[in-house]
């Protein structure tokens, strides 16, 4: 069986949403710890996000109270969603992945 262009697109968003996960819950158990070495940059956050993490690392910041206080994050993460959905609308109407 060949794997359709929607099963490839499936199993690379869920394995960047659980990375994204994985990064944002790390971040935030290290900054209760005060360690600012270990942290990971607001730029990587994003990066994963822009990756196609966003919907789950959204998710994770609300569920786990991370970042919910950073603007940057409340308006950039839902800009990187609504982005990406027009990425994947653009694709199907130019016929690049079929439904």
Known sequence: ??????????????VISLLSIIVCVYDKKISKRN???????????????AL???VAMYITM???R???????FMVGIPV????QV???GALIYF???PI
Do not use: C, D, Q
């Open 52 to 54: 196609g993490g966003s």
């Open 35 to 49: 360690n600012v070495k270990l942290r990971i940059p607001e730029k990587s956050l994003f990066i994963w996000s």
């Open 1 to 14: 069986m060949i794997p359709t262009p929607w099963l490839i697109l499936g199993i690379y968003v869920a």
């Open 95 to 97: 016929g690049i992945l």
């Open 86 to 88: 027009a990425l994947i």
């Open 66 to 72: 991370h970042k919910t206080k950073h603007v940057s």
């Open 62 to 64: 609300h569920l786990i």
């Open 80 to 83: 990187i969603i609504v982005l």
